[in-house]
């Protein structure tokens, strides 16, 4: 269990995670950290298997600890369907029918995986009531040590609270081999965290909604921290890969901490997520959770620029320009590592953006600026802005021969 003291009202904060282990060769350490589990069910995708998923397979077979395994075709998506195969695979059958036995439930589920295997597993465990943990193969997302999962219900996204991970292994290797756009996804999750805390702060000041200072305070301090280390992705320095995993982890730790995805979710996430359900109302595969997010975040952040120099709201305006400096330093690495536009239709932009405000139940400055009248105005606005200073290509024109 992971636990912190803390000024704020909650006073103690803590997880039930066990243990975080981001070091190289991590996949050979697996039967030793899940050593108190004999009956494992172990859940990958194609892609996940082929690239860390057979190898913990046999280390888990050889070690005696393996019940089975399900290998989900690709790309396998944290929806309905998916959680349900889950689900129905998760009990092993024994060799000789009973009609008066159930099947044998494992003792454990761990996901090979990232963000959609992560929260697919996630769910299952809540739902099962058995422990879990994941062998993450990308830093794509944060959401690796986090209490929520953003799963597809028919054609909805929606957050669900379901169990924390009580183990993470993340293997430097493997991360380092992820592709290119799987890295750029990471960076992306954590480029929102400036806006979230700062609609954090506004609810705080105009709702009275629970804030944590402490909690702020480490997510900031992972988001410079990812910052830093994506200076060294595109060379797959194993250092930077290990900087960004520990990073995301930590945001997702404090997801956890705060029993909400409030530290690391505002107006970005609400906006990205949109455009994600778009896709899949249109029957399409969504694109990558990071880069949808990260593109969001320059959406929040044009619209909080526009807002700081139009307000009379003194005490809005204060709040605003602490994070002025952050904004920059976010435009600065966007014009280095041009991240992907997916959304560059102004009447999509626009319908993501005026959409997205009821998302969820969650105030932020989609929110302030419908009350006030202006949401549509800023959302196209911010169109033209953004297009002008921020789009260096389409994610397809980027990235052609990606597959999901």
């Known amino acids: 269990m992971i636990e912190m003291d803390c000024t704020c009202v909650q006073g103690h904060h803590s997880i039930p995670t066990e243990v975080i282990e981001v070091s190289e060769h991590a996949l050979l350490k697996v039967p030793e950290i899940l050593k108190d589990y004999h009956r494992i069910f172990m859940v990958a995708d194609e892609n996940t298997y082929a690239v860390a998923g057979k190898q913990v397979e046999s280390l888990l077979a050889e070690a005696g600890m393996l019940s089975h395994t399900l290998v989900l075709p690709s790309p396998a998506l944290p929806n309905a369907e998916n959680i349900g195969k889950v689900l129905i695979e998760a009990g092993r059958d024994r060799d000789v029918f009973d009609i008066n036995a159930f099947s ?40 690796y040590a986090s209490v929520v999962a953003p799963l597809l219900n028919g054609n909805k996204k929606i ?109 970005e996430h609400m906006v990205g997520q949109t455009w994600e359900v778009m896709d899949v109302e249109e029957g399409k595969v969504p694109n990558l959770h990071g880069i949808e997010v990260g593109e ?26 602490k994070y002025l400096p952050a904004f920059d330093r976010i435009e600065a690495l966007q014009k280095k590592l041009h991240l992907p536009f997916t959304v560059v239709d102004k009447d999509r932009f626009v319908e993501g953006i005026l959409r997205g405000r009821t998302f969820r139940v969650r105030y932020t400055i989609l929110q302030y600026l419908y009350d006030i009248g202006k949401l549509e105005s800023y959302a196209e606005r911010v169109f033209d802005i953004v297009m002008k200073k921020h789009f260096f290509g389409t994610f397809k024109e980027q990235f052609p021969d990606w597959e999901a």
């Open 159 to 267: 957050i669900y609270n379901c169990t924390i991970a009580r183990h993470i292994i993340i293997d430097l290797n493997v991360n380092a081999q992820a592709p290119y756009p799987l890295l750029l996804a990471g960076i992306g999750d954590m480029l929102a965290k400036y806006i979230a805390i700062l609609d954090w702060e506004i609810s705080r000041d105009r709702t009275g909604e629970y804030y944590c200072e402490n909690i702020a305070d480490m997510v900031l301090k992972a988001t410079a921290q990812c910052v830093e280390a994506s200076k060294g992705l595109e060379n797959r320095d194993l250092e930077a890969i290990r900087s960004t995993s520990e990073g995301l982890i930590l945001s997702g730790e404090c997801i956890a901490f705060c029993g909400s995805s409030r530290p690391a979710s505002g107006t």
């Open 296 to 321: 969001a975040t320059f959406v929040a952040i044009e619209m909080f620029r526009l807002l700081y120099n139009e307000t009379d709201d003194a005490h809005l305006r204060s709040l605003i320009e």
């Open 104 to 143: 044998l439930n494992p003792d454990y589920i761990l996901a090979v995986g990232s963000g959609s295997i992560n929260d697919t597993c996630r769910m299952v465990s809540y739902r099962l009531g058995l422990p879990y943990g994941v062998v993450g193969t990308a830093p794509s997302m944060d959401g």
